[in-house]
């Protein structure tokens, strides 16, 4: 164990990127407006390269948490600078690492100036105003994936809604020419919802401090915020909450929580931030800022407040399982693809929440997979599509018609992009799926087959719209359509590969994330229901190859 | 004076002299020196109004005010060193003035406040100059002088100045310094008189609206001569209920610890003297700190009296007020927690919800900062109701957090200028941050701040108060501090809206480029509210270690 501070270092990177990018000299031309995006590419490749060196030092099977790092922050209220990540959090560094690079080039030119803005600063600033921001999500999302402190992670988990909220706001989907009023309101619903659920949760974060300092759990008097610290003094019996107290704290984080990952009836803000997004940051919240609140469920309510949990289990499967299907028979219904994709997500969220609270090992380790490979298959899905929209300057299906003729390569991708997002068998979201259902149903065998719902009108959503828009007579509009030139390949191409690959192989990732899951699983005192035949990750891969070999 | 001085306070002389004999008021010059100083430098400021030719003043006034306010901070800090805030800690001035920990420590805040505030008082680049070619600053050319007139025009043509403002400010200062120090209740009024009556005379100076401006002024008079009378009389009555007006005599009284005054042995321990003269004490206070529902004045005062004044009254009045209750309540009551904190409690839920919910309409960003203010009021009343020493650290570090983000806010509003003045209407602001970003996002960050945002200083505040709340068992409160937090989110947020993403008007105000003097304090603010939001520790320990009132 070295100390070089390697997890502060991945996030600081991106950090110390977005304020370089921020003061570079105003681009004054197209050549220099390029000029100042290498730079924040570079640095999430950088990052990225970070990343990768964090998940192959860290040793599956040792100690929980890795790497960590500590320093004494706020000691007044027992507030560290603690860092430290276990295979789950590895996992979703390296998918925000790999995402970040490829939705910046997939936007390369979604922030360039357009004819009418105001003033210079329009002109010259805003595009690599817009890559600072992105890198600036990156740093606090990877921040927050790091932290083993409730409330570092809580600060970094409020403070990258202001980011988040510009990108939104600021930086809208330009090609379709909708005005700005619609942005702006999507911006702000966006910032109200997280913002309400953080506060409420800032509400139990200081119910915590106070148990704990009662408690004695800190030291000198004060409480403490240390995850490794409440965790062990909650499995000890050192810490005792009463049972109202651990119910109202879990509620407080779990709200919260459920806002950003966004779990039915807290979804609404999703389809309005999606819709006005450009396709790039749409995909930095769906695939990206929202898999903080799937990430934080697993790790600090089912952590901190296990009885809780398992009480509220069963009621927050219902409420996953009707975002399932609510969210797959609105995406059935969307006219606007964009709006499609977020309700498809809508209903993504419930499965891997609900494989999160059902407490089972294959359910969690589903969850997270579902986590990486929902950010991967929606990243492709949403970046093909944002191509798409960006050639005819519009949202809306039914704009489009034979595509396949004119564009085959994009209507190829898009069609691999649609069928990950409806769990084909051979691409990496089946595993995931699979796992998760399976572990629901050892435990509520009625939920489990009530899911399976979803993945037919899965089915229904991406084969409709891959239906109307790419295939029968082509549409005047669409005839004079490029295919994917050189930039929008070097997208798409890690994205499908990454499909292919996690699809027949994803053992690199199961083994990181099994143990960690192992770990959860024992903090909620909760073992698999007998009679139990487990099913790895392993075989189910061997399970798919065969499949994908017929 | 640098020879340790013996503990000594002529509170525990006065328990023993009941002979007949008046003893020579002992006065340690040295602990009293920060509002010494200050005072002194009003007064000097006073002889340079006099006898400075009219060229010369403006120059004098800004080095005399900017020397006092630096040398009171000096000494506040070697009185720090020195173990005041700690162990040494005693009462001064025959027991009027508490030399302690939350006094050092608010009197270092309002000292480096005023610093700031007096930047911006001494901003002349923002208004155009005079024919003369004079620079002019905020406020009016000649105060006397009937709004509209030929006077006021040929005062205006001339480039006259009122150069006056820096002694009142002096003045203001001196008392708002000795008002959270106060350790008798008399010694508290005279306080609140002397901090007040210069503010409602600044308050009547704006260069531009000046009927407003005056409107604001009577206003600001009347309600505040108002509460004064009503903690006038709780004074009188707490007087006749323990026989003293000493705040540590008053608490053994309550505690029933202390011999009761012969002539006052028919009221002495008549509850009913006690709270209804505390309830009246309590209205004068929540008066100036600007609680429901005792608020009114506020948004008016705030938008009529020239920005640079609101923003020194919005952060300094309710450093000291919030200082002057806190001891009112802690040194002196703590007896009677139990009557006073119900009414607390709802004065404060009453003032985070009506705060928040009226700024929700505000369509002036000066009276959006007032409601916001009135809300933060109620926020700060959390962790006054604590009754605990993390609740009062809290408080004293929220005051310094939100004190400097005010000065901050209101500093920029200063910038934002058309033809008529400063352009307030928020319809005003559409596109600002298109126009000019940098002031823009300056102004957002404080809003940020004022909504609590993780990384700054308004948030390390809000969680400080409401943990302290909290562990006293004030739970409710803090649920309702954290929903009236959301909503007060919500008009912050549509600021930050209308600035970066509505598309600017093309006769849009336009932001004038400040002096050294403003920018500094814009900078002092960014640079606190970060700093305090980033690294509360050092701060936040500071405030806990100035946490114990002696009385």
């Not at chain 2, 509002?35 to 400021?45: E, I, P, R, Y």
Request: aromatic residues 10%; contains cysteine; proline residues 5%.
């Amino acid at each position: 164990m070295s100390s070089f501070p390697l997890l502060t270092v991945a996030a600081a990177l991106p950090a110390v990127g977005a304020v370089l990018t921020a003061a570079l000299p105003a681009a004054t031309s197209a050549k220099r407006r390029d000029v100042n995006k290498v730079l924040p590419l570079g640095v999430s490749v950088l990052t990225l390269v970070l990343a990768a060196i964090v998940a192959i030092r860290f040793k599956p099977g040792g100690a929980r948490y890795q790497m960590t790092e500590y320093h004494s922050w706020i000691s007044d209220f027992g507030i560290g600078y603690s860092l430290g990540v276990d295979g789950i959090a590895v996992v979703l560094i390296l998918l925000t690492a790999v995402l970040v690079p490829v939705v910046m080039l997939a936007s390369w030119h979604d922030a360039d100036p357009v004819a009418n803005d105001a003033g210079t600063f329009e002109r010259n600033r805003r595009t690599q105003g817009f890559f600072a921001l992105i890198l600036a999500v990156e740093a606090m999302v990877v921040l927050s994936f790091e932290a083993t402190d409730v409330f570092l992670f809580y600060v970094f988990f409020e403070a990258m809604l202001i980011p988040m909220y510009f990108l939104i706001g600021g930086f809208g989907d330009r090609t379709v020419g909708e005005d700005a009023r619609q942005r702006s309101y999507a911006a702000v619903k966006f910032l109200l919802y997280n913002l309400l659920g953080g506060l409420i949760m800032l509400a139990a974060v200081i119910g915590l401090y106070v148990i704990t300092a009662k408690q004695g759990i800190g030291t000198d008097g004060h409480g403490t915020f240390d995850l490794g610290t409440i965790t062990q003094a909650l499995a000890s019996g050192k810490l005792h909450f009463s049972p109202v107290a651990e119910k109202a704290l879990f509620l407080g984080f779990m709200f919260a929580f459920a806002v950003k990952a966004p779990l039915w009836p807290l979804h609404t803000w999703l389809p309005n931030a999606m819709g006005e997004a450009t396709p790039g940051v749409a995909v930095l919240i769906t695939a990206v800022v929202d898999k903080v609140g799937t990430y934080a469920m697993l790790r600090f309510c089912l952590q901190l407040f296990p009885d809780a949990s398992k009480t509220f289990g069963p009621a927050i499967l219902v409420l996953s399982l009707i975002g399932i299907i609510y969210g797959a028979l609105l995406a059935v219904g969307q006219k606007d693809i964009k709006r499609l994709i977020a309700y498809a997500s809508i209903s993504h969220f419930g499965f891997i929440i609900m494989g999160i609270f059902a407490m089972t090992s294959q359910g969690q380790a589903g969850a997270t997979l579902y986590m990486v490979n929902h950010g991967i298959s929606t990243a492709a899905l949403l970046l093909v599509a944002g191509f798409l929209m960006s050639r005819r300057g519009s949202r809306l299906i039914a704009d489009y018609g034979g595509v396949q003729k004119v564009a085959p390569v994009l209507a190829g991708t898009f069609m691999i992009g649609g069928l990950a997002t409806l769990s084909l068998p051979g691409l990496a979201p089946f595993v995931s799926e699979f796992l998760v259902l399976v572990g629901t149903f050892t435990r509520y065998p009625a939920i489990g087959i009530i899911a399976t719902i979803g993945i037919v009108l899965a089915a229904l959503y991406v084969l409709v719209l891959y239906q109307r828009t790419m295939t029968g007579p082509v549409k005047p509009e669409v005839a004079g359509f490029r295919d994917l030139h050189a930039r929008e390949l070097v997208v798409v191409t890690p994205l499908i590969a990454l499909l292919l690959f996690l699809g027949v192989y994803p053992r690199p990732i199961a083994d990181i994330v099994n143990p960690a899951v192992r770990d959860t699983m024992s903090d909620v005192h909760r073992t698999d229901p007998a009679p139990a035949h487990p099913i790895t990750a392993a075989q189910v891969a061997a399970a798919n190859s065969q499949g994908g070999g017929q | 004076m640098s020879a340790p001085i013996a503990v000594h306070s002529l509170w525990t002389v006065a328990a023993s002299s009941t002979t007949q004999t008046i003893p020579t008021p002992h006065i340690e010059y040295a602990q009293l020196s920060p509002m010494l100083v200050v005072f002194g430098a009003a007064a000097l400021g006073i002889l340079a109004e006099a006898f400075l030719p009219r060229r010369n003043r403006y120059w004098a006034q800004v080095g005399i005010a900017m020397a006092g306010l630096i040398g009171a901070f000096v000494a506040i800090v070697v009185l720090a060193a020195k173990g005041y805030a700690g162990a040494n800690a005693h009462l001064a001035a025959m027991g009027a003035v508490a030399v302690d920990g939350p006094s050092l420590f608010l009197q270092g805040t309002i000292a480096l406040v005023a610093i700031v505030a007096v930047l911006g008082f001494a901003e002349r680049h923002l208004e155009p100059r005079s024919s003369t070619g004079a620079p002019v600053d905020a406020f009016a050319p000649q105060a006397a002088t009937v709004p509209g007139s030929d006077a006021e025009k040929s005062a205006a043509r001339s480039g006259f100045a009122t150069t006056e403002v820096f002694p009142l400010t002096m003045f203001a200062v001196g008392g708002m310094l000795l008002f959270p120090a106060a350790s008798d209740l008399l010694t508290m009024f005279v306080a609140l008189e002397v901090f007040s009556l210069p503010l409602y005379l600044l308050c009547a100076l704006a260069r531009r609206r000046r009927l407003l401006s005056q409107e604001a002024a009577v206003k600001y008079f009347l309600l505040g001569a108002f509460s004064s009378a009503f903690f006038l009389f709780g004074l009188a009555l707490i007087y006749g209920y323990a026989g003293t007006v000493s705040l540590g005599g008053i608490a053994d009284v309550v505690s029933g610890t202390a011999t009761p005054t012969p002539a006052l042995a028919n009221t002495t321990a008549n509850d009913a003297l006690l709270l209804i003269g505390l309830a009246m004490l309590g209205v004068g206070l929540l008066f100036k700190v600007g609680a429901v529902p005792f608020h009114a004045w506020t948004p008016d005062v705030y938008q009529g009296a020239p920005t640079p004044v609101t923003g020194f009254m919005a952060a300094a009045t309710k450093v000291a007020a919030f200082g002057a209750l806190l001891r009112l309540l802690y040194a002196a009551f703590p007896g009677v927690t139990w009557d006073w904190r119900p009414v607390l409690w709802g004065v404060a839920i009453l003032t985070m919800v009506v705060g928040a919910i009226i700024a929700v309409t505000q369509t002036d960003v000066k009276r959006l900062l007032a409601y916001s203010s009135i809300a933060h009021a109620g926020f700060i009343l959390t962790g006054v109701i604590a009754m605990n020493k993390a609740g009062v650290s809290a408080v004293l570090f929220y005051l310094g957090a939100y004190s400097f983000v005010t000065l901050g806010a209101f500093a920029v509003v200063t910038l934002v200028r058309d033809a008529g003045g400063e352009a307030t209407h928020l319809s005003r602001w559409a596109g600002l941050g298109r126009r000019s970003p940098l002031v823009a996002a300056t102004f957002a960050l404080f809003l940020l701040a004022f909504a609590g945002i993780p990384l700054t200083s308004g948030f390390a505040g809000k969680f400080a108060v409401f943990q302290a709340a909290a562990s006293s068992g004030a739970t409710p409160l803090v649920i309702v501090g954290v929903l009236s937090s959301a909503v007060a989110a919500f008009f912050y947020i549509r600021v930050i809206v209308l600035m970066f993403f509505s598309d600017p008007r093309p006769d849009g105000p336009t932001v004038a480029v400040p002096s050294a003097f403003t920018a500094t304090a814009i900078a002092l603010g960014v640079l606190v509210t970060l700093g305090l939001g980033i690294l509360p520790q050092y701060f936040l320990h500071l405030a806990d270690q100035a946490s114990v009132f002696v009385r």
